[in-house]
């Protein structure tokens, strides 16, 4: 949902963030789907676990705690059964991200969990490339893919993501990641998967830190060798590691309402963003899961806006370290850099 502000006039930083253009660095493909995909998906292949009405969608859509969340998230992708479901999706995704000025997205796509269901796997993937060259034709939405391990399906979905990632590579393909629950998921296991994706050429993004403590960030640096860290939260609580991120420009991918929904945080005003902040890490903020959580990317930036106390300037710094942060192409890092400048300049007059 978005948030519809406090006013339109000048100094209204709700209006500043809606216009602002933004990259996403943290956004999970099925994890996108907005009630009204859901209930289209879920019309064409009926699943009794899953309501078809927005409404009570809005009501299966509130977690009890992480594996709750992990469990509705399931039933979700159930519904994901042909690359035409998969393109539909994928487009869909990448209108609501044009509706918020989110001008480029690396979105977290789990492709194991469609071709175990069936969907061949060379469709999948003209699925995606077909969606992401529309979406940037007629959307003006740049999309690049992280493809991750489910972790909760163990190490033959690791063997074969890696084996998609590498063999069949599409042409958005920039990272490797991990998801799923932390808990009973040691990262080491995933060395070798991690291995081969980076001697590929692809950038290492793992989950790390998100429900388990800071021992699981440095394994995703040890092991995995991660290059930025997906949510990252309980960083803070070990400050030798915070420097440690600060000082090797490892950025984290901040997601403060999913951290909430799954009770990885007590309440939003105990998100360690500020610790993070402060130690010079380079944090990103970004929506996660966002229909599911009940958020969109702008209000994130409002929540971060928020606790960190920021105005115009300081909220186009976030903006700019996500673009950072990417590994989108320098010509599209170096053009959503000049317009987050003169979107500042142009409200600043
Ligand atoms: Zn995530």
Same mark, same amino acid.
């Given at each position: 949902m978005s948030n519809p502000g406090?006013?339109?006039? !000048?100094?209204d930083l709700s209006a500043f963030i809606a216009g602002l253009p933004k990259a996403e660095l943290h956004v999970h493909h099925v994890g996108s789907a907005s009630p009204r995909i859901v209930a289209e998906l879920a019309a064409r292949h009926p699943n009794p676990a899953v309501p078809t009405d927005p409404e009570a969608l809005a009501e299966y859509f509130t977690f009890r705690d992480f594996a709750h969340f992990i469990e509705v998230y399931l039933s979700v992708v159930?519904? $994901?059964?042909?690359a035409e479901d998969v393109r539909l999706l994928t487009y869909e995704v990448a209108r609501d991200m044009a509706r918020q000025n989110i001008r480029y997205a690396e979105l977290t796509v789990t492709p194991y969990s469609s071709t175990r269901r069936g969907i061949p796997e060379v469709a999948f993937m003209e699925a995606i490339e077909d969606a992401r060259r529309a979406a940037e034709s007629e959307l003006g939405v740049v999309l690049r893919w992280c493809f991750d391990i !489910?972790?909760? =399906?163990?190490l033959e979905s690791a063997e074969e993501t890696a084996r998609l990632a590498c063999?069949?590579?599409?042409?958005g393909l920039v990272s490797f990641g991990l998801g799923g629950p932390e808990v009973g998921v040691p990262r080491p296991q995933f060395k070798p998967y991690f291995d081969r994706a980076i001697a590929d050429g692809l950038h290492s993004v793992p989950h790390a830190g998100e429900t388990t403590g800071p021992e699981t960030i440095w394994d995703a640096l040890t092991?995995? +060798? =991660?290059?930025? $860290?997906?949510?990252?939260?309980? =960083?803070? +609580?070990d400050p030798r590691l915070l420097e440690y991120l600060a000082e090797h420009r490892i950025p984290l991918e901040v997601c403060p309402t999913s951290n909430l929904a799954t009770r990885a945080v007590p309440s939003l005003d105990d998100h360690p963003v500020t610790e993070m902040v402060k130690a010079g890490v380079l944090v990103t903020i970004n929506s996660d899961d966002p229909p599911m959580f009940g958020t969109d990317l702008c209000t994130e930036y409002e929540i971060a806006a928020r606790l960190l106390g920021l105005d115009a300037a300081g909220v186009a710094t976030l903006a700019r370290n996500a673009v950072t942060a990417s590994f989108a192409p320098d010509h599209v890092k170096a053009s959503l850099l000049a317009e987050i400048d003169a979107h500042l300049a142009a409200w600043s007059a």
């Open positions: 406090t006013g339109t006039g !000048p100094g159930d519904l $994901i059964r042909d !489910p972790g909760e =399906a163990g063999d069949l590579r599409p042409e092991f995995l +060798r =991660a290059e930025r $860290i997906g949510h990252g939260t309980s =960083a803070p +609580r």
